[in-house]
């Protein structure tokens, strides 16, 4: 059962070209939806949120575009740079004390 | 900048035997968490914990699992009597509030691998 759906398990970009990452989720009661990165060896760590209540939210290189009716939100980050490098995560949870669901992950690889 | 710590980085036990994972939160964080990661596989959820008690566990988290914080900074897993599907990732995470936008805060993790 995925509810949070990353069906990009890579994407290559070049250096300071934009790279759009991609997430789908099911359960339409979320909502606060989280975008995580992951280095080899490290945890994953906290990149940027959204709640329902907005369609995007900036902060630097990186926006979250959230489209509620299609289920769908996206991080852009521009422009790209090599030590963008890293697994980028989706996740999701219905309230704040409800468990973050997380989906399987996108390989980013930016090439310089 | 304030972290989560986890212990031992890779732990390797033989099936059956007793694990404990530790975990230091960021000092002033309330929610504890553990999550674990099979290799090539999404990050799931195994167990909240707040106010010295268990939040929310999923369906992974059954009798053989355990979570205990026996003082004011450590958090603990333990796996009481491993078995190879057990092998996994495991992180522990930390936030400061139960609110959405509180995120949680991730460990370097446990590499778990069970012979």
């Known amino acids: 059962d995925q509810q949070v759906k990353q069906n990009s398990p890579s994407l290559s970009v070049q250096e300071g070209r934009i790279s759009i990452l991609n997430c789908d989720y099911t359960n339409s009661m979320f909502d606060y939806f989280l975008w995580y990165k992951k280095y080899p060896a490290e945890g994953p760590t906290f990149l940027i949120s959204i709640s329902s209540i907005k369609d995007k939210n900036e902060d630097g290189r990186f926006t979250v575009f959230l489209n509620k009716s299609a289920k769908h939100l996206s991080l852009h980050i521009v422009p790209s740079q090599p030590g963008d490098s890293a697994v980028y995560f989706c996740a999701a949870t219905p309230s704040g004390n409800t468990p973050l669901v997380f989906g399987k992950g996108t390989r980013l690889s930016v090439i310089a | 900048e304030p972290e989560v710590t986890q212990t031992p980085s890779h732990q390797v036990t033989q099936m059956g035997q007793e694990v404990i994972l530790r975990c230091v939160p960021i000092s002033n964080h309330l929610y504890f968490y553990w999550y674990r990661q099979i290799l090539g596989q999404k990050v799931e959820f195994l167990v909240s914990?707040?106010?010295?008690?268990?939040?929310?566990k999923s369906e992974i988290f059954d009798d053989q699992f355990s979570v205990e914080r026996p003082d004011g900074s450590n958090f603990t897993l333990k796996i009481r009597s491993t078995k190879l599907e057990d092998s996994a990732m495991y992180f522990c995470?930390?936030?400061?509030?139960?609110?959405?936008?509180?995120?949680?805060?991730f460990g370097n993790g446990t590499r778990l691998t069970v012979t």
């Open positions: 914990f707040y106010n010295n008690e268990i939040s929310e």
């Open positions: 995470a930390s936030r400061l509030s139960g609110a959405g936008n509180s995120p949680l805060h």
